[in-house]
């Protein structure tokens, strides 16, 4: 397994994975990914925020992270945290516990990093998602009404927020 940034030759299998996760979640459950702003995308490329797993050369999962998240997590951003953001499984490698790997190395980015915390979230009350989460070492700290979604995607727009954090 090997965790490397993505590049801009990467943008389009990130967008054919996004709308294949928001086809699964549209399927399962109430909320779903919606269209995310390419330039949003090409800006954490150009930032080294988006990050890819390969296993045995290849492409297993994507996320993205960022250092500060103050529309979500409002007066407890001001703790020194990575985010981890849309998190998506190549369908072929679902089931292979990967958000586990990304828990190890994201501990492992926070510490070097200087940050206290790995923190994601998700909107809405996937009581499998949740779970899943908390198997994968993250403390699910309840959900909450984000007060301000402006420049937010879509989807945070339709339900509450499921907070989960782990210390780094």
């Known amino acids: 397994m090997e965790i490397h940034n ?7 299998v990130i967008f ?5 996760a ?20 090409e800006q954490e490329i150009a930032e080294g925020r988006q990050w890819k797993m390969l296993i045995d050369g290849e492409l297993a999962c994507i996320w993205a992270t960022t250092w500060n ?10 703790e020194p945290s990575v985010y981890i953001h849309r998190i998506t499984t190549v369908p072929a490698f679902r089931g292979r516990h990967l958000v586990k790997e990304i828990v190890q190395w994201a501990k492992e980015y926070a510490r070097v990093n200087n940050r206290k915390y790995v923190r994601l979230d998700t909107v809405g009350e996937n009581r499998k998602l949740i779970e899943h989460y908390q198997e994968s070492g993250f403390r699910f700290l309840g959900m909450v009404q ?11 727009k339709l339900d509450k927020v ?3 954090e782990l210390d780094a």
Not at 69 to 78: C, G, R
Request: net charge negative; no cysteine; charged share 35%.
């Open 69 to 78: 998240d103050p529309q979500i997590w409002e007066e407890k951003d001001a």
């Open 146 to 156: 984000l007060k301000d979604v402006n420049g937010l995607p879509d989807h945070y």
């Open 162 to 164: 499921s907070l989960f």
């Open 22 to 41: 928001s086809k699964y979640m549209k399927e399962r459950f109430y909320v779903s990914f919606p269209e995310f702003d390419r330039k949003m995308v």
């Open 6 to 12: 993505s590049t801009l030759q990467d943008i389009e």
């Open 16 to 20: 054919e994975l996004y709308r294949m």
